[in-house]
RNA sequence: GCCCCUAUAGCUCAACGGAUAGAGCGCUAGUCUUCGGAACUAGAAAUGGGGGUUCGAUUCCCUCUGGGGGCACCA
């Protein structure tokens, strides 16, 4: 429809203006426009031209025989039976309207959540999450086969820090009086594993157990963690583990061939990760400590090799905003390994920050006065969760009033999406017509048409989160959708006394349900039959 | 000090440089003999301040002010 628009089009400029060919656009229409498709083909031109806006609007207008509207924008109606070519192919598609062959036989790798296994994740964090998990599912619907993998930081200062905590508390439940480690980890959370890590390691513990306590900790945090990811559907191909990559030597070898490449130096009695680029000249990174032990980045480095080096078309990493500075070194990776900087995605999301009323509450894992993602998933339940979380672009700041939160779970704009499906399944369990064979040409009024409209927007709105990552996008579509079908339904009866008219109805409002069914398994939610 | 985000309605968020700045929640007033009222209709209500670029700026640039996060031989 819209590729005709935009031939037609070009076909006009040509015969009227040759020699200026202009990149222009053709979209829906706004809403409170008459018509379906608007271009601003004339703006651009007399632009070029240096002439009026509106001059060249009437000019083409003219030719293409459309309407113009000020400051000079082309409006296109269609015929219905362009709407009814799309309303068929929703019926004939089913499950597959939406998904598109732009990646076929390409294979992706997305890096998402990797939480650290120092604490449960909070709701700071918990965006990585559903936000991943879409964009894999996006991903798939263009074709390409996605791994889905996390990074288990299982090795390091912090993991240590963390098993000095837990022994603290294994040694206070012995009426010792240790010292509270330097830097450890308060709140509630080291104070139960230290319980689960007596009853299963014996009451005992002391020092010598620490690296007992600290794979036990770990452990249970990080079981802990993918549980909660997956009470949100999100489970992982790939479990990468940072002491693999290590004992395995892949960090040694990995290390070896920047120092080869000559893009590390030595400085200090330590060894720098110093790539010739404008950026990175000032911040260089430390890959092996004075003391010898490598730091994470001597990880990422290995771990980022394989991820360049194993016949990926597509690498994507999803940090969280605290990580952004790390983000130009691991670009600087694709050059030392050969892989295609465009082929490389680093999404960046931004922290939820917590209100209780008007007051911000600080979080941080350490001062363990952290609201966790579980706490809020439990209050709130995964659908509302995971749209809330998605209705927003990810480098927007987000704020969540945890005292609002379990009032406005059930005022969740979800539920409207919802409820429009089951709405729609209801009616057609209520007719029993069969929709197969219905005369879609009887649909032509313009609540009707309108729908089929918002439907066809489907299948771009897809392939343009695709490659911009957009996600938020398609909650609102839903939104939108869900409002337009009930709107419809308010002013246009399905279930009429005139069959033919009924079963054209029902395809119609099947044709709905396919589409908010698809937008929501997107994004991880399933559509419900009943609510 | 430097870097990355960010400031839109009472609250939480939208808006390829374009048309009357849109939604949800809240508020006000309606719809209820019809397919599911978790719905619909109508209304009040907003671009932080100051410059600039442009036919046109919420959007781009500069600046001021206020938020969040980074700038470690932490991960």
Redesign the pocket.
């Known amino acids: 429809m819209r590729e005709e628009i935009k031939e037609k089009i070009e076909k006009v400029v040509k015969k009227l203006y040759p020699e200026n060919p202009v990149e222009f656009?053709v979209?829906f229409?706004?809403a409170?426009?008459d018509?379906d498709f608007?271009s601003?083909i004339a703006?651009?031109l007399a632009?070029k031209l240096g002439r009026k806006?509106m001059e060249v609007a009437e000019e083409m207008a003219r030719e293409l025989g459309s309407q113009i509207?000020?400051?000079?924008?082309l409006?296109f109606k269609l015929q219905p039976e362009k709407w009814h070519v799309e309303f068929e192919r929703i019926l004939n598609e089913q499950r597959k309207y939406g998904t598109n062959e732009l990646n076929k036989g390409k294979k992706a790798r997305v890096e998402y959540v990797s939480a650290?296994p120092t604490g449960p994740i909070h709701i700071g964090n918990a965006r990585g999450g559903p936000y991943g998990e879409v964009i894999c599912k996006i991903l798939e619907t263009t074709g390409y086969k996605v791994l889905r993998e996390y990074l288990h930081?299982d090795?390091?200062?912090?993991?240590e820090k963390l098993g000095k905590t837990i022994l603290y508390w294994c040694e206070k439940q012995q009426d010792l009086e240790p010292e509270f480690p330097e830097g450890g980890y308060q709140g509630e959370y080291p104070q139960e594993i230290a319980k689960a890590a007596s009853k299963k390691l014996g009451e005992n513990l002391n020092e010598k157990n620490l690296s007992e306590i600290v794979a036990f900790a770990i452990e249970y945090i990080f079981s802990e963690n993918l549980e909660v990811m997956k009470k949100m559907g999100i489970e992982f191909d790939l479990i990468v583990k940072?002491s693999e990559l290590q004992i395995s030597g892949k960090v040694e070898k990995a290390v070896e061939e920047v120092k080869n490449k000559k893009l590390a130096k030595e400085?200090?009695?330590?060894l720098w990760f110093a790539p010739n680029d404008d950026f990175l000249q000032d911040?260089e990174a430390?890959i092996i400590?004075?003391?010898g032990?490598p730091?994470?980045?001597a990880s990422d480095i290995a771990y980022h090799k394989e991820k360049f080096t194993s016949g990926y078309d597509l690498v994507v990493d999803i940090l969280g905003?605290?990580?952004?500075?790390?983000v130009p070194k691991l670009q600087a990776l694709t050059r030392v390994f050969g892989f295609d900087p465009e082929h490389f995605k680093v999404l960046?999301y931004?922290?939820v920050?917590v209100?209780k009323g008007d007051e911000?509450v600080?979080m941080a894992k350490r001062a363990g006065n952290f609201i966790t993602a579980k706490e809020v998933l439990d209050l709130v339940g995964k659908d509302s969760m995971i749209f809330f979380l998605l209705?927003?672009?990810v480098?927007?700041?987000?704020?969540f009033?945890l005292d609002l939160a379990r009032d406005?779970s059930?005022?969740?704009?979800v539920?409207?999406v919802q409820?429009a499906h089951?709405?729609i399944?209801?009616?057609l369990v209520?007719s029993k017509l069969d929709v197969e064979n219905a005369k879609l040409e009887l649909i032509h009024s313009s609540e009707e048409l309108g729908l089929i409209r918002e439907l066809a927007k489907f299948p771009e709105l897809v392939e343009e989160i695709s490659e911009t990552f957009?996600v938020?996008?398609l909650p609102?579509y839903l939104?939108?959708l869900?409002?337009r079908f009930?709107?419809f339904?308010?002013k246009?009866?399905?279930?009429t006394d005139d069959e033919e008219l009924t079963r054209a109805r029902l395809a119609l409002v099947r044709a709905a349900q396919i589409v908010l069914a698809n937008g929501l398994q997107v994004m991880g939610i399933e559509p419900l039959?009943?609510?």
């Open positions: 656009s979209d229409a706004p409170n426009i018509a608007s601003n703006l651009i632009k806006p509207a000020a400051p000079g924008f409006n650290n930081n090795v390091g200062g912090q993991v940072e400085k200090d009695g330590a911040r430390v400590k004075s003391d032990h730091t994470y980045f905003s605290n990580h952004h500075g790390h960046v931004q922290y920050r209100k911000v600080k209705s927003t672009a480098n927007t700041h987000m704020d009033d406005t059930d005022k969740n704009p539920y409207k409820y089951a709405r399944q209801s009616i209520k957009n938020h996008h609102h939104l939108g869900a409002e009930h709107g339904y308010e246009v009866k399905v279930i039959e009943k609510m």
